[in-house]
């Protein structure tokens, strides 16, 4: 399971990996489990990703995350997220799931 975030501010991001135990995302597919709090001082370097490969965190076991999502989309199967991986972004006060397929 690959889930990157670029909410970079969120305690549980460790350079675009979630690191979270357990993922929520709610009905209007915005992560549940964000929490501010990161002393950390990272710069998104996501943005030029074209000019220099950012570092990425490696990847977790899908085994190790359980993704709870309340969006009616396609990844959605009885309140649990089966997509192979998903993407949180940081365009929003709360960051939004990019993976998202509206039903």
């Known amino acids: 399971m690959d889930i990157r975030c670029r909410k970079l501010?969120?305690?549980?991001?460790?350079?675009?990996?979630?690191?979270?135990?357990?993922?929520?995302?709610?009905?209007?597919?915005?992560?549940?489990?964000?929490?501010?709090?990161?002393?950390?001082?990272e710069i998104d370097t996501t943005k030029n990703l074209f000019e220099k490969t950012p570092y990425f965190a490696p990847m977790r076991d899908s085994k190790a995350v359980e993704i709870k999502c309340n969006a009616r989309c396609l990844m959605n199967h009885g309140g649990i997220c089966v997509a192979n991986g998903i993407t949180m972004n940081d365009y929003r006060l709360k960051p939004s799931c990019l993976t998202f397929l509206e039903e």
Not at 9 to 38: E, I, M, P, W
């Open 9 to 41: 501010n969120c305690k549980f991001n460790d350079h675009f990996t979630c690191r979270a135990k357990a993922l929520s995302v709610a009905k209007t597919a915005v992560c549940k489990t964000y929490v501010y709090g990161s002393e950390k001082k």
